[in-house]
């Protein structure tokens, strides 16, 4: 079966909606068609500033609402970052055939190094793309489901994977990026013109997914539209009210046409009440579910034992090809 693979941050509490439309849907959805593996990169995470008690709890967290949302053990292999160490030897021989130039033009790192101060990003920051490259080229991918943001670094992972098949013969696979274009960039509530994240300066554009659904819902009546009154999806001249097509679009798997017909002659208020609806529908059975899932830590570390040891023995494989290919001696 081909294979998909792709990872998750936990450097919140909560995902956001724009996590889960843009990306994390879709793994569910190729987790039956597909040899799944689903991280957490927890190495991704340190690269910006952080508390270490967090970061064990978010890493569960996060395991907990990939379960919630339907991501299935039986099916994926899930696992952290940490746990696959060969991901660590491959972003080394990977970083010595990047260019200094090339990741210098990663506009991530630019935009997370200018928030974070010039000065106090650090290197791990800067190498960040070649570890991701690393996560996915030690796999043998396939396609690689995430949102538009993630599409420079995917480019990246594509040219590493070519450039080291011609100069040392050919590892890698050169995988390909699943990105849905209808959801592959989730907007900000309040700044529909700016990504839905959990680094705006508020929080108040922000859908998390554990967060209560009355808040939530609120969120959403008092999104940004325009002055007009008609709803029709236009992302230029109305990217609010398209923002909240598409959410609740997605959310119910109906077509934005289908909901433009609908609305004809309703206003603003019933497409935001309506999606409010439809959002807690959605996340209050996730939110139970993960607290159920939190009360179990144990069975959470035993499913991240289960998919390291599913890891390694695959990414083991490639690594050995990796360091035969590039001139290191076998240990004898
Ligand atoms: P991260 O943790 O920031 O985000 C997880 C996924 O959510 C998508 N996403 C969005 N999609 C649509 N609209 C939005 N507003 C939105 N915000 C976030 C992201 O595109 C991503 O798919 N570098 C990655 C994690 C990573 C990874 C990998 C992914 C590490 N190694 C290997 C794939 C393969 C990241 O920081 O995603």
Redesign the pocket.
């Known amino acids: 079966r081909p294979r998909v ?5 936990p ?1 919140s509490d909560s ?10 849907k879709q793994w569910v959805e190729l987790q039956d068609d597909f040899d799944a593996f689903y ?1 957490i ?1 927890d190495m ?1 995470a340190i690269t910006v500033p952080y508390e270490p008690a967090h970061l064990r709890e978010r890493t569960r967290v996060a395991v907990a609402q990939l379960l919630a949302i339907g991501v299935d053990p039986a099916r994926a292999t899930i696992y952290a ?1 940490s746990h696959v160490p060969e991901i660590s030897q491959l972003t080394w021989v990977l970083s010595s055939i990047t260019g200094f130039g090339e990741a210098s033009r990663m506009t ?1 790192f630019k935009d997370k190094s200018a928030r974070h101060g010039e000065d106090s990003a650090g290197v791990g920051l800067f190498t ?2 070649i ?2 490259a690393a ?2 080229l030690a796999f043998e991918v396939d396609r ?7 599409r420079q ?2 480019e990246l ?1 594509r040219n590493l994977a070519q450039r080291f098949n011609s100069r040392f013969g050919t590892v890698f696979r050169v995988p390909e990026p699943h990105i849905v274009a209808e ?6 509530l309040q700044n529909p013109g700016a ?3 959990k680094s705006a300066e508020s929080d108040s554009g922000l859908i998390n997914l554990l967060d209560d659904p009355k808040r939530s819902a609120k969120k959403i009546r008092s999104a940004v539209t325009d002055n007009e009154r008609e709803i029709r999806f236009d992302r230029a001249a109305k990217a609010g009210v398209s923002n909240l097509l598409t959410i609740q679009s997605a959310l119910r798997g109906v077509p934005v046409d289908e909901l433009v017909v609908h609305y004809r002659d309703k206003g603003y208020g019933d497409l935001k009440v309506e999606t409010a609806t439809v959002l807690t529908d959605f996340v209050t059975p996730v939110r139970d579910r993960v607290s159920e899932l939190m009360a179990a830590p144990d069975q959470i570390d035993a499913i991240l034992a289960e998919g390291a040891i599913r890891a390694r023995r695959v990414a083991a494989a490639t690594l050995a090809d990796v360091y035969d290919k590039v001139g290191f001696l076998a240990p004898a």
Do not use: C, R
Request: charged share 15%; no cysteine.
């Open positions: 693979l792709s990872g998750i941050q450097t995902f956001h909606l724009g996590n889960y439309l843009g990306a994390l991280f990169p991704h970052q991530q960040y793309p570890l991701m996560d996915i690689v489901p995430v949102g538009e943001d993630q670094h995917l992972t959801v592959a960039k989730i907007y900000d990504k839905m994240s």
